[in-house]
C-alpha cells in the first residue's frame, strides 16, 4: 500500500468508476429483463377461402373427368381400329404412354385383376364398367419376356376387354396429367374474381412440395398456419393454407424496472460508502506513517548528542569498565540510528519518495571503515572476524548514505545471524563496467526457499532461530530498494556455507 | 589558529560538537540562533561554518544565503536532522558544500570538517615549518613530502610546532600540555600519550623521542 495524495485520488477515482459503471451494467440488464415482445394475431373473416376451395376443388374434379373420359374414349378407339392404324388415336391423348393390344390370350396377371385391385380412391374409373384403372406396376407385371412394357415409369394402366381372349392396356402417365392439370388450376386461381386478404397471406399447393399460388405477406409462414384446408382428388391431394397478420408489440414489465433501479441505487450508495471508508483508512494509515516518520527524524537529535557524547567521553576516561559501558552506548546509538534509518527510508518508500539526495565520488575504503567501526565491539565480543579486501579503483560516484545503509544493515545481518567465533569477508571490487560488493560469512546461511522471503517487509524467517534476535525485518528489503535505488541490485548468493549477499551495481 | 563556527539551536548538540572540536585543537565560535549567527560571523570570519537550519529566527538557509553575500569561500556545512531531498538540494543551491545527517559521530564529523579545509586553495605562504622528513601546512592540516602527504589535527599541529621549535630540547608533559591544550583545560595524561602514539604513527617514530621521566624531544 502506498500513502502519497495522487495514489489516494487515483484510486478513489477507480473506485468510484467501477461503482457506476456497475450500476449502470444494472439499470441496462433490468431494461432489457423487463422488456417483453409479444406477437398478436389479427383474425379477419375467412368464409372466402372456403368458397375459394370449393370453386377450385370443382375445377380438379372436371378437369379429372374430361381425361378419364377421354382416356376410355381413347381405348375404345383402339379396339375398333384397324390393324394398321392402331397407336393413332393414343397417341392424340395426353398422358397416354403406350398402347398394348392383346388379341389371343390376355395375360392372366391382368385377367385376375379384374376381380383385385380396384382401389377406392378409383372408384370413379370402374364404375364406367368399360375399362379399369389400376394403379400400381406391382399388380400390373410385366409378361415374363417383358415385351409389353416399354417405359417403367409409368404408374397407372387402363385396361378395356370386352371377352375374355382380347384386350387393350394403356399404360397412362399420371404426373404428366397432373402437370397439365396444375397449370390449368393456376391459370384459373389467377382469374378468381374472389377476395383475397387485404393482410395475411395465402398460399395453394398440390401434393407435398409443390406450391401453385402465393399471396401475401410470405413472411408470416414462419408461424404454423391458421387455416388449413385439404382436398383429395384422383390425382392427388390440394391444400389451401391461410396466416392471419400478425402484429407485434413491444411492453415493459414495471416491477423489474423498479427492481432494477432500487438495485442500481443500493449499489451507488455502497460504492459511495466504500469509498468514504477507503478514505478513511487510507488517511489514517498515511497519518499513521506520517507520525512514525515525524517521530523518526525528531530521534535524530537525540541520537546525535549520545553519540557525540559518547565519543567525547570515550577519550578521557581511563577506567576500563567505564569505556566498556561507553561502548555500548555508542554501539546501541548506532543500532538506534540504523533503525531509525530503516524506518524512515521505508516510509519514504511507501510514499515514493525514496531517491538517492546526492551523489558524488567517495572512498569506499573509509566508508567501509566508518562502517565496520560501528561493529567493531560486537564483532570483538562474539569473536566474528572480518577480512576486507578492495579490488580496482576506490573511488566510487555513488550516494554515500545509501551505500552506507545497505552495507551497515548486511553487517548487522553477520552480527544477528553469523554466530560467534564465526568468520566474514566484504569483497569491493570496481571495474570499467560495474561495482561490486560481496559479504559472506560462514555462519547457518540462509535456506533456498526463503530467498526470496528475505527481502520482503516485515519478513524474517524461521521464528526458532530468531526469537533471540531483535529486529524488525525492514533491512534487507529496505537495502534491497535502496540498491534499487542505486541503479543497481541486492541479491542472495548460492553458497555452501554461510550466508552471501551481492551488491551489483551496473556503471553502464 | 582555525576558526569554526558553530550554530546549532539544540543546546546539547552545540555543546557536544563544541567539546569534540576544542579538542582537537579548533577555536570554536558558538551560536544558538541565526541572529547571533550572523553577528558572530561580522565578528571573527571564521574558517568553516557547521550550520543548522531549523533554527528560530533566522533558518540556516538564510544564514547560508548572507554569509555567501560576504564570502564565497568558506566551507559551509549544513547540520541537521532533515534529510529529505528537497532539503539538500536547497541547501546546496544557496552555496552550502557540504550536508552532515543527523545522528552522527564524532570521527564522521571531524573526517568531514579536515576534508573541506583540505580542499581549500594552496598558496605559497602556507608552508609552516619543517619537521623531520616532512613539511607541515598548518593552515591546511596536512605533512607532506615527495612520497606522500597525512591528515593532521589541529592539536597535533600544535604539538609539532612546540617540539619543531624547541628541537633538541627536552619538552615536558606540563608544557605541552599547557601550550597546546591550554592553562584552563585540563586533559587526562593519558590523552597526550594518545596523541603522541598518533603522531608517531603519521610522522615516525624516530622524530618523536620519549625522555623518560620528563617528556619528549624532536631530534634534528
Not at chain 1, 378468381?192 to 386478404?197: F, K, T, V
Not at chain 2, 539538500?88 to 543551491?93: D, M, T, Y
Not at chain 2, 597535533?156 to 630540547?169: F, G, S, T, Y
Request: with cysteine; hydrophobic share 40%.
Amino acid at each position: 500500500m502506498s500513502f502519497s495524495a495522487s495514489d489516494l485520488t487515483h484510486r478513489t477515482r477507480r473506485l468510484q468508476y467501477v461503482t457506476f459503471i456497475l450500476a449502470v451494467a444494472i439499470l441496462i440488464a433490468a431494461f432489457f429483463l423487463a422488456r417483453k415482445q409479444e406477437t398478436q394475431k389479427i383474425v379477419h373473416d375467412t368464409t372466402w377461402l372456403n368458397e375459394e376451395q370449393r370453386l377450385l376443388a370443382g375445377f380438379v374434379e372436371s378437369l379429372e373427368k374430361q381425361w378419364r373420359d377421354t382416356v376410355a374414349a381413347t381405348a375404345e378407339l383402339e379396339w375398333a381400329a384397324e390393324e394398321g392404324q392402331r397407336g393413332e388415336a393414343a397417341a392424340n391423348t395426353f398422358g397416354v404412354k403406350q398402347v398394348t393390344f392383346f388379341k389371343d390370350k390376355i395375360p392372366e396377371h391382368i385377367a385376375l385383376s379384374q376381380k383385385q385391385t380396384t382401389l377406392p380412391i378409383l372408384k370413379p374409373y370402374v364404375t364406367g364398367g368399360k375399362g379399369d384403372f389400376l394403379l400400381s406396376q406391382e399388380i400390373m407385371k410385366p409378361s415374363v419376356d417383358g415385351s409389353w412394357i416399354s417405359q417403367s415409369a409409368i404408374l397407372e394402366f387402363y385396361i378395356l376387354h370386352k371377352n375374355p381372349s382380347r384386350a387393350v392396356v394403356l399404360l397412362l402417365d399420371r404426373e404428366e396429367v397432373l402437370g397439365v392439370i396444375v397449370e390449368e388450376v393456376k391459370k384459373k386461381i389467377q382469374a378468381s374474381s374472389h377476395l383475397r386478404p387485404e393482410h395475411g397471406y395465402f398460399e395453394v399447393s398440390q401434393g407435398n412440395i409443390s406450391l401453385i399460388f402465393q399471396s401475401g405477406d410470405e413472411k408470416l409462414n414462419t408461424y404454423p398456419s391458421d387455416e388449413k384446408i385439404r382436398h383429395f382428388s384422383n390425382l392427388g391431394e390440394w391444400t389451401f393454407r391461410y396466416w392471419h397478420v400478425r402484429e407485434t408489440r413491444i411492453h415493459y414489465r414495471m416491477s423489474i424496472l423498479v427492481i432494477g433501479a432500487l438495485l442500481a441505487f443500493v449499489t451507488l450508495i455502497t460504492g459511495w460508502w466504500f469509498d468514504r471508508e477507503y478514505q478513511r483508512i487510507f488517511k489514517l494509515a498515511a497519518s499513521r506513517v506520517s507520525f512514525v516518520n515525524a517521530v523518526s527524524h525528531e530521534l535524530r537529535t537525540p541520537l546525535t548528542n549520545i553519540i557525540l557524547s559518547s565519543d567525547f567521553m570515550d577519550e578521557s576516561l581511563e577506567s576500563l569498565r567505564n569505556q566498556r559501558s561507553i561502548h555500548q552506548i555508542r554501539e546501541e546509538s548506532h543500532r538506534l540510528a540504523r533503525m531509525v534509518e530503516n524506518v524512515l527510508n521505508f516510509s519514504r518508500f511507501e510514499a515514493g519518495k525514496l531517491i538517492p539526495n546526492q551523489r558524488h565520488d567517495i572512498d569506499v575504503g573509509v566508508l567501509l571503515e566508518n562502517c565496520l567501526r560501528q561493529f567493531k565491539p560486537s564483532f570483538d565480543r562474539k569473536n566474528i572476524s572480518i577480512e576486507t579486501e578492495v579490488k580496482g579503483a576506490s573511488v566510487f560516484y555513488t550516494d554515500p548514505d545509501f551505500l552506507a545503509q545497505i552495507l551497515l544493515n548486511l553487517l548487522s545481518n553477520i552480527e544477528k545471524y553469523a554466530g560467534r567465533e564465526s568468520s566474514a569477508k566484504i569483497l569491493v571490487e570496481t571495474t570499467a563496467s560495474h561495482f561490486r560488493m560481496l559479504v559472506e560469512d560462514d555462519g547457518p546461511g540462509i535456506a533456498p526457499e526463503y530467498a526470496q522471503r528475505i527481502f520482503k517487509s516485515f519478513e524474517r524467517i524461521d521464528e526458532t532461530i530468531l526469537t533471540e534476535v531483535s529486529g524488525a525485518g525492514l533491512g534487507l528489503s529496505i537495502s534491497r530498494e535502496l540498491a534499487h535505488q542505486l541503479g543497481g541490485d541486492l541479491t542472495l548468493e548460492p553458497s555452501n556455507n554461510g550466508a552471501s549477499f551481492q551488491l551489483l551495481i551496473s556503471l553502464n | 589558529m582555525i576558526k569554526i563556527l558553530i550554530v546549532e539551536d539544540d543546546d546539547l548538540t552545540r555543546q557536544n560538537l563544541t567539546n569534540l572540536l576544542e579538542e582537537e585543537g579548533y577555536i570554536i565560535y558558538a551560536a544558538c540562533d541565526g541572529e547571533q549567527a550572523l553577528s558572530l560571523w561580522h565578528e571573527v570570519s571564521a574558517d568553516i561554518v557547521l550550520l543548522d537550519i531549523m533554527m528560530p529566527r533566522k533558518s540556516g538557509y538564510d544564514v547560508c544565503r548572507e554569509i555567501r553575500t560576504t564570502n564565497s569561500k568558506v566551507p559551509v556545512i549544513f547540520i541537521s536532522a532533515k534529510s529529505e531531498e528537497i532539503d539538500i538540494v536547497l541547501g546546496l543551491e544557496l552555496g552550502a558544500d557540504d550536508f552532515l545527517r543527523k545522528p552522527f559521530g564524532r570521527h564522521e564529523l571531524i573526517a568531514r570538517v579536515h576534508a573541506h579545509l583540505r580542499r581549500r586553495e594552496f598558496t605559497s605562504g602556507d608552508v609552516s615549518f619543517t619537521f623531520g622528513i616532512w613539511e607541515i601546512h598548518s593552515t591546511h592540516l596536512l605533512a607532506r613530502n615527495d612520497l606522500g602527504s597525512v591528515d593532521l589535527t589541529p592539536r597535533e599541529v600544535r604539538i609539532l610546532k612546540l617540539l619543531h621549535d624547541r628541537a633538541n630540547q627536552n619538552v615536558s608533559r606540563e608544557e605541552l600540555l599547557n601550550e597546546c591544550w591550554g592553562v584552563d583545560y585540563f586533559p587526562g595524561s593519558r590523552t597526550l600519550d594518545q596523541h603522541i602514539s598518533n603522531l608517531r604513527k603519521k610522522v615516525g617514530d624516530q622524530w618523536i623521542l620519549t625522555v623518560r621521566g620528563i617528556g619528549y624531544r624532536y631530534p634534528v
